[in-house]
Every structure is written in C-alpha cells, then in structure tokens.
C-alpha cells in the first residue's frame, strides 16, 4: 500500500531564505509526482509536475526532484517571500489515483 | 480557458439527510476524480471517473457515490450523512488518466450538524 509522507510537518523561516521540503513514498512505481500548494480553506494549486522518467523540473523560484529509486522527492523553494506562506503538499499518481502526503505548513516571517 | 468549477462552494446538512455535489472538469478534460480532506485525515480518495465509467474506488462507504455525465461534468452524492462526514470536498479533472497533470477546484466545504 503507497504511503506518502511529509517532513517536516510544519517549517518558519525568515523571509529571503532558501528552503527544501521534503516528500518520501513507499512504493516506487509511480506514473509520476506532483506538488501542489493549499492556502487555508482553499483547493490547490498544482506546482510542479515530475514524470516518473524525469528527475526535475523548474519553475520561477521552485525546484522539485524526484529520486524514484529511493522513494524521495524534495521542493527547493529559493529567495522566500512571505507569498509563498501556505501548505505544500505532495502527491504521488498510480492507477488513475492519486496518494497525498499530510502536507508542510510553511510559515514565512517577514 | 476555464478552471474546475465546484459547485455549491459551501453547503450545511443535518444528519441523515443526502446531498449532491456538482464539478465541472476543464474543457477538453475527461477524468474527474473525488477527495475528501480533514484536518485528521488529510486528504483521502474517494473514485475516478473517466469517459463516465468509475475506474478506480478508494476506501469509503458504499453511501458514497458518484457519476459522470457525456460532457465529462460529475457529481459526488453522499446518503445518510453524518456528523463525520463533515469535511472539504475536492475534485480534480486531467487530460486522460496517470500521466497527465490533475487540476483542483476550490471544493465545496459541507457541514454536517
């Protein structure tokens, strides 16, 4: 049975910071892996989307990688800006269903 | 281009009643598929649809239940509901299936009192 998991659970750092987040999953045959972000009470926004033949993808100040073999995928967030404030969540695809992590509330201090 | 649009976005219910939830995929979408997210639980499968068949069923009760029409549009439909069913309720819509990146609406947060 996939299971996703998130750490740390919650994170604050100070503004201007780079940060990674980090996702790890148990089965390694995954379609692919996707990040997503949730402000409170809201649906999510899709990040970043890892094929499982990819190792990583970009966008902006946003870096996801995924490791297959090991089970490991990270979200490198550079130059933080109190913006990006919000929980990220991870998500792995297999079989038309997708398996989330519990998240990381990410606090920006300004 | 349009996003996913859930509709009712909030919803209050009494136990034992049923309730219908409405999501419209991005045009051209023709997968939608259902979660329910809790602070405890976080966020959990319900089933997919594709070209409206159900291809894939999580792990809830048979008072869960779905459909998808010929336009690729879903509804979610929840029978005697209770106290914990209270909760977010996301769909998401993409291309075709596993490889294709999956876009969510904003969900219709019901309450169940």
């Known amino acids: 049975k996939q299971e996703v998991t998130q750490i740390p659970a919650a994170l604050s750092v100070p503004e201007g910071e780079n940060l990674v987040l980090n996702c790890s999953f148990t089965?390694?045959?995954?379609?692919?892996l996707q990040w997503f972000r949730q402000d409170p009470g809201k649906g999510l926004t899709s990040l970043l989307l890892?094929?499982?033949?990819?190792r990583e993808q970009t966008s902006g100040r946003l870096n996801a990688s995924l490791d297959k073999s090991s089970g490991r995928s990270t979200l490198y967030i550079a130059a933080s800006q109190p913006g990006d404030s919000a929980t990220y969540l991870c998500?792995?695809?297999?079989?038309?269903?997708?398996?989330f992590g519990k998240g990381t509330r990410l606090h920006i201090l300004p | 281009k349009a996003g996913v649009t859930q509709t009712p976005r909030y919803l209050i219910k009494t136990r034992g009643q049923q309730v219908t939830l409405s999501c419209s995929p991005i045009?051209?979408?023709?997968?939608v598929s259902w979660y329910q997210q809790t602070p405890g639980q976080g966020l959990q499968f319900l089933f997919e649809?594709?070209?409206?068949?159900?291809?894939n069923k999580g792990n809830f009760p048979g008072r869960f239940s779905g459909r998808q029409f010929s336009n690729s549009r879903s509804e979610m439909n929840v029978s005697t509901l209770e106290l914990g069913d209270s909760a977010l309720y996301l769909c998401?819509?993409?291309?075709?299936?596993?490889?294709?990146?999956?876009?969510f609406g904003q969900g219709t947060r019901l309450t169940v009192v």
């Open positions: 890892i094929q499982s033949s990819q």
């Open positions: 998500a792995v695809n297999r079989d038309d269903k997708i398996i």
């Open positions: 089965d390694s045959a995954i379609y692919n």
């Open positions: 045009s051209g979408h023709r997968s």
């Open positions: 998401a819509s993409s291309l075709a299936s596993s490889n294709t990146e999956a876009f």
């Open positions: 649809y594709f070209s409206e068949t159900q291809r």
